[in-house]
């Protein structure tokens, strides 16, 4: 599973998990305009959602994260957006923990953000190409699950020799993970550039709705 739950990861590891997150949380609402309020709570509903659906691989279960289409349509704002998922997993469902909240949202939201460079960086090269656009999407929903997996079992792995075996499976046990998200987020990201195209332009205001 993504989320570390208390009292696992070393506090070397808690503090630097919350500072990283404190900056991104801060920079991210820094950059969500007004008018995008409700594209970013939409996004967190998909995340907490998604997050929810559990299934067994090998010996652990797995579940599904998104955090590549998050950062694909949210950029910098995918870091306020999982934080609210993350904090309602928590509360509600005993998923991760407060106190290692912050690891958890560092593991999950970097991973989203530079999918959303990478994504941007594609898609601005890909004008008239939306196939091109979908293509790099799935990638990134694939790089979003094997980034976040990466991340928690180094914060693992820092945190004690005893978690190196558990930090080399939960990578192992992503990668139906990754091949699930890439087909996902591909297509999400296709039925967006054909019927809302704006909703994945986060340099523009969001456009009016014609009756």
């Not at 590549?68 to 306020?80: E, M, Q």
């Not at 407060?98 to 989203?112: E, F, H, K």
């Not at 978690?163 to 499976?169: C, E, I, Q, R, S």
Request: aromatic letters at 6%.
């Amino acid at each position: 599973m993504a989320h570390i739950p208390d009292g696992v990861v070393s506090v070397p590891v808690l503090i630097s998990g919350a500072a990283i997150s404190v900056a991104g949380c801060a920079y991210g609402l820094k950059r969500i305009a007004p008018e995008r309020i409700p594209q970013v709570a939409i996004l967190s509903a998909v995340f907490f959602v998604a997050s929810l659906v559990h299934f067994p691989v090998g010996p652990s279960s797995v579940h599904l994260i998104l955090n590549g289409l998050t950062g694909v349509v949210l950029g910098w704002a995918a870091f306020p957006a999982i934080l609210v998922a993350l904090v309602l997993h928590a509360v509600m469902f005993g998923f991760g923990g407060l106190v290692v909240l912050g690891v958890n949202l560092t593991n999950m939201a970097v991973p989203a953000v530079l999918c959303g460079l990478l994504f941007d960086t594609v898609h601005r090269r890909s004008a008239g190409k939306p196939a091109r656009s979908a293509a790099a999407a799935g990638l990134c929903g694939a790089l979003g699950v094997l980034l976040t997996a990466t991340a928690v079992a180094l914060s693992l792995a820092l945190s004690g020799r005893e978690f190196v075996a558990a930090a080399k499976l939960i990578v192992l046990t992503h990668i139906p993970v990754m091949v699930i998200e890439a087909a996902f987020t591909a297509a999400a990201v296709s039925l967006l550039l054909r019927v809302k195209p704006g909703f994945l332009d986060r340099s523009a205001p969001m456009a009016e709705e014609t009756p």
